[in-house]
């Protein structure tokens, strides 16, 4: 005979409150989304022409194609050093430190706390660093080091906390069978904890995307393709960020908008296919 919980065992009022609580932050958080996105797009979309995407930027087209360009290189080199740095660093916290250690408990408190400093701090540092110091200059190398810093936090958990969801058991299995620690790791313990690593890169990837104030310290402004990675350049977002600060290219900035949130939402789809890939395949 079937049976309804919810009829023999009422929810008492605090548990009723919570839910509802719980609906509504979710609805509300949606409807932001919506609205958010929805104005970018009905601002951006009829301002998106085929003299934005002129290989060379003028005050005339406010072309975004040399911002597109240095947005996805600044990515691509940040990611680069960033990822394979966080990883590594996250293998070892979780798989050969030891739990419990002090020194991987310190280093946690540390990656939280950076993760937490604003970007332009970072960016204040990169100029010092690698413009002042090191003599790089307003550059995409300098660029992609800021980000790199600031973005190895975020991996590093991720990554590590991906690799704790692990079972033990498929440690102790594969212990069991004779296996060594590095075989284990890479072999038993890594293509399960794929996509959690893949989703600490994924926000690693919108954070370089949207960042603003850490590059215009550390990579410049200046709208231009880059000669090579000691060239000065704009990302997309610094670009539509100067459009609207200007003040004389607004429709524009909103075009810029659409397309950064097309770039976004196109890096996100192509990882979650890449991890639901890594899921099935493990």
Do not use: C, Q
């Not at 090191?134 to 936090?153: D, E, K, Q, R, V």
């Amino acid at each position: 005979m079937k049976t309804h919980h919810s009829a023999r065992f009422p929810a008492k009022p605090f548990s009723l409150f919570l839910r509802s609580l719980v609906y509504a932050a979710a609805g509300i958080t949606i409807l932001i989304i919506i609205f958010i996105s929805a104005y970018i797009l009905i601002k951006g979309i009829p301002n998106i022409s085929l003299k934005l995407f002129s290989p060379v930027y003028t005050s005339e087209n406010s072309s975004l194609l040399p911002a597109l360009i240095n947005t996805v290189i600044m990515t691509f080199l940040s990611l680069l050093i960033a990822a394979p740095l966080g990883i590594f660093a996250a293998i070892y916290l979780a798989e050969y430190a030891g739990r419990g250690n002090k020194l991987v408990r310190a280093v946690r408190l540390a990656a939280e706390t950076l993760a937490g400093i604003p970007s332009i701090v970072y960016g204040l540092f990169g100029m010092l660093l690698f413009v002042i110091r090191l003599h790089w200059g307003y550059s995409l190398l300098a660029g992609s080091f800021t980000l790199t810093i600031m973005i190895l936090p975020l991996i590093m958990r991720t990554a590590e906390e991906a690799l704790l969801s692990v079972p033990d058991m498929y440690r102790e299995g594969s212990f069991g069978l004779g296996a060594g620690r590095l075989r284990t790791v890479f072999a038993v313990v890594l293509p399960p904890a794929a996509p959690g690593i893949l989703g600490g890169i994924i926000l690693a990837s919108g954070r370089i995307i949207g960042e603003t104030a850490a590059l215009i310290f550390t990579a410049g402004t200046v709208a231009r393709l880059p000669e090579n990675l000691f060239s000065s350049g704009r990302t997309l977002a610094v670009h539509a960020y100067s459009l609207a600060s200007e003040g004389l290219h607004i429709n524009e900035a909103y075009a810029a908008a659409v397309i950064l949130l097309a770039l976004a939402a196109l890096i996100n789809t192509l990882s979650y296919m890449l991890a639901k890939k890594l899921m099935v395949s493990t």
